[in-house]
């Protein structure tokens, strides 16, 4: 029988989920709990380069993990690593500690095992910034953490190496995360420069912003750096991330820069082989050489994913995917009132949700039709719609996600009927209009930058649209549209709005019944088109423009909408008058989840982001799914979340989110290594805006006419800001 936990804390357990509403209601106070995960000193290691794991039971509710204390020296261990598992490999008695060999044998039960923390050469301690922890024990991934202590020699008899692990209950905003690195390789001698390359490209769907770096090598190893590739693919690239193997071998803080989806990012390890006289391969010894890069990064929905040789590994139940088990409910969230239909504004009503889209700095946009309606009689024999003027109310609308609350609207006399929005990774606004047969692209508080088509005219070349749907957007700001109810194909244009090519369907195939939604992924250089009468997605090859394959989704209903999801995933939404929207998986439709009570909806558009912080509590943030329901009597936006078959919902209140209009102001003011402050980690990183000014000729009338407007609405949303931040000090 090895050694118990050694555990200070107080407190009881988690609600059950069923319970969820009391649980926001309900007002406890946090606790701060410290675990140490140690090698039994019952544990005897004779030999050389001995691998150890050891595991404790974590308590049974959701904490945060937000500091690491090694309690170890570098004269004994090696390194260690920090592993999450579901379950161990080997799960010990209630109580009870369990210690075994792990030299080719895993760290956990089953294929979620995820590095969390790695140190080395008498590393300082790790505190991660105000605001950001893992999530760990129930309702996490993280049920379990696993400590590998690697020893260079014979074990000391009194010996008990681990780690002090820091948990809190408290919640908060943002997840950690972790991009590991590791490769297989050998290195000829009598190099004094040989690299070791691992490249691989971000699957997911949020932006992640890094905050620290690990790297590790052995002897050989003289430099680790992270570079990303640049987005027009030439060119030397931006160093992301860099360290020496040599000194000590904990967690460094990086200037934060935001990685995107998409993003391709190359791990080189330097060594210098010059003195060896024989090959060195990678392995666990220390005669063995390592290339392995571990970057700590944060967002909103956690994303931890190993890299290695090239390829992205990633189990159904890692951190921030989506569960199989798990159940789409409307949101519980007592404060969620977005706007009405039937709301007034300044000029009439805001009319039916047409789209909605999530933007990098986390606010939610709506897309609204003002009142008007596309009924029989809305477009002539020859595509031009019948209203002669534009809608006269604000139909874009910013809100906060969590509440409903109205930033900020703009959009009056721009749109005859406004059909798909999007916003890109520079918080610029790009709406899809089938009456004015143009895709518009605006800054976050209206100002006009861009449109492609030709306005009220509908057609079929390469300077014309008919019924553009939707556009979607490459990293190097090229960007594509669906074209749309009366053009079968998908169009690509060059950053500055001029054509770029197209992607069709082969000649002799079926036509695409209506170019519906599309979305673009960019890490496996593909096109996805929902053809929503056809029940299908086409797939093209975004750079040959052949087509790969279609997939049909018939059994599940019309293909109304595409979205990106957690780590690559292409998410649809599909419905047939009569039955239940369903979200699944395009290249896995075992994976899906129904909209309960959604059978008279009409969804028309979704967007994914993190539901409410109070829901979630410590554990991992969950997903919240926002549905526009298109038709009269459907109501405002509708948002579901998915719960985990085993959540739990967290036990204290939580102060009603602030809403004021989003500022990109810095969130996290520090890393604290060793209990020193790092000014390289101090500003959050800012993203700059690219302003695009081609507007055709003839329009520049609509910009001078919302400049005045728009700068008054910036003026009293920086007045909210200030008046909100007064507030809170």
């Not at 020893?151 to 809190?168: F, H, M, T």
């Not at 520079?426 to 209009?433: F, G, H, L, R």
Request: with cysteine; aromatic share 8%; net charge negative.
């Amino acid at each position: 029988m090895f050694q118990a936990l050694s555990l200070r804390t107080h407190g009881g357990h988690a609600a059950l989920w069923a319970v969820v509403i009391a649980a926001l209601t309900a007002s406890v106070v946090g606790e701060t709990t410290t675990v140490d995960i140690t090698v039994p000193d019952s544990v005897t290691v004779r030999g050389q380069d001995a691998y150890i794991c050891t595991t404790v039971e974590l308590p049974n509710k959701p904490y945060k993990l937000v500091g690491v204390e090694a309690l170890a020296k570098q004269e004994v261990v090696h390194h260690i690593l920090l592993f999450g598992c579901d379950v161990p490999y080997s799960k010990p008695k209630p109580g009870e500690q369990s210690a075994w060999e792990c030299v080719g044998k895993p760290a956990c039960g089953d294929p979620s095992e995820t590095i969390l923390y790695g140190w080395g050469r008498n590393a300082d301690r790790l505190d991660l910034p105000p605001g950001v922890g893992f999530s760990v024990g129930r309702g996490s991934a993280v049920k379990w953490i696993v400590a590998q202590v690697h020893y260079l020699d014979p074990k000391p008899a009194a010996d008990k190496s681990g780690v002090r692990l820091k948990l809190q209950d408290t919640p908060v905003p943002f997840s950690g995360g972790l991009l590991s690195y590791a490769s297989w390789f050998s290195i000829p001698p009598g190099k004094p420069h040989f690299l070791v390359q691992d490249p691989c490209c971000y699957r997911g769907f949020q932006p992640l912003t890094t905050f620290a770096v690990r790297v590790h090598t052995h002897a050989l190893g003289q430099r680790v750096s992270m570079t990303r590739a640049p987005a027009s693919g030439s060119g030397h690239g931006e160093i992301i991330a860099a360290g020496d193997p040599q000194k000590p071998q904990g967690f460094y803080p990086v200037t934060p820069n935001v990685l995107w989806p998409g993003e391709r990012l190359n791990v080189v390890c330097d060594f210098d082989s010059t003195g060896n006289t024989v090959i060195v391969g990678a392995g666990p010894s220390h005669e063995h050489e390592m290339c392995n890069m571990y970057l700590m990064v944060y967002s909103a929905i956690p994303h931890i994913e190993m890299c290695s040789g090239g390829n992205s590994v990633v189990d159904e139940t890692t951190p921030g995917n989506l569960p199989r088990a798990a159940a789409l409910l409307p949101d519980p969230y007592p404060l969620w009132k977005p706007p009405e239909p039937t709301d007034a504004t300044d000029k009439g009503m805001f009319g039916n949700v047409a789209s909605v889209a999530l933007g990098p700095d986390g606010t939610l946009w709506a897309l609204h039709r003002g009142g008007r309606v596309w009924g029989p009689g809305a477009f002539d024999a020859n595509e031009r719609i019948t209203d002669q003027e534009p809608i006269a109310v604000d139909v874009v609308v910013q809100m906060h996600p969590d509440t409903g609350k109205v930033l900020r609207k703009w959009g009056a006399g721009h749109f005859w009927m406004p059909h798909m929005i999007t916003i890109d990774r520079n918080n610029s606004v790009w709406v899809a209009d089938v009456g004015r047969h143009q895709v518009l692209k605006f800054t976050a508080s209206g100002q006009l930058l861009m449109t492609v088509g030709r306005k009220l005219q509908p057609g079929h070349d390469k300077l014309t649209l008919c019924k553009p749907t939707q556009a979607a957007f490459m990293n190097d700001g090229s960007f594509l549209v669906s074209d749309g109810y009366c053009n079968s194909r998908v169009m690509r244009f060059n950053p500055d709005g001029s054509y770029h090519s197209q992607y069709e369907l082969p000649k002799g195939s079926s036509f695409i019944g209506v170019a519906h939604s599309l979305v673009l992924d960019e890490c496996d250089g593909e096109v996805l088109l929902a053809d929503r009468e056809g029940m299908m997605v086409h797939k093209w090859d975004l750079n040959t423009r052949q087509l790969i394959e279609t997939i049909s989704l018939a059994q599940y209903g019309k293909v109304w909408a595409l979205v990106k999801g957690p780590y690559g995933r292409t998410l649809a939404l599909t419905w047939q008058p009569g039955s239940w929207a369903v979200l699944l998986d395009v290249s896995q439709p075992v994976f899906h989840w129904r909209l309960p009570n959604s059978s008279s909806l009409w969804p028309h558009d979704l967007a994914l982001g993190p539901a409410a912080l109070p829901l979630t509590g410590a554990g991992d943030r969950l997903l919240a799914v926002y549905v526009a329901p298109l038709c009269k009597e459907c109501g405002a936006i509708q948002k579901y979340v998915l719960f985990p078959q085993d959540f739990g919902a967290p036990r204290k209140d939580l102060p009603a989110p602030v809403v004021a209009p989003a500022a990109r102001k810095p969130v996290l003011a520090h890393i604290h290594v060793g209990g020193q402050g790092a000014a390289a980690a101090a500003a959050a990183a800012h993203v700059q805006q690219q302003h695009h000014q081609e507007v055709p000729e003839g329009e520049q009338d609509e910009i001078k006419d919302m400049d005045e407007k728009t700068e008054r609405e910036d003026e009293q949303a920086e007045e909210e800001v200030q008046k909100e931040e007064e507030q809170e000090d």
